[in-house]
């Protein structure tokens, strides 16, 4: 009798065990693809405003060629 309660207290101290390295091994993982995540973000939203910047510049210089030709005076 004592021996299967010793066995079963060593059981849930095992299983106790291994929940506890799956909670930390989840915690890391989940933090390096938080972190990756959040550097994926961010070069996304900068290549974004480098685009939309340079969208905007050709923008400009496209129409500003269209009325240099197109509406001239004289």
């Known amino acids: 009798m004592v ?5 079963q207290e060593f059981q849930l101290l095992q299983n106790s065990r291994a929940n506890r ?8 993982i989940l933090l390096s693809v938080d972190t990756v995540n959040e550097k ?4 996304l939203g900068k290549r974004g405003t480098m685009l939309f910047a ?3 510049g050709l923008n400009a210089k496209v129409i500003r ?8 005076k004289g």
Do not use: G, P, Q, V
């Open 40 to 43: 994926l973000n961010s070069s």
């Open 21 to 28: 390295f799956a909670d930390e091994m989840a915690d890391m």
């Open 65 to 72: 060629k269209l009325r240099n030709r197109f509406l001239k």
């Open 54 to 56: 340079l969208e905007k």
């Open 3 to 7: 021996t299967a309660e010793l066995i």
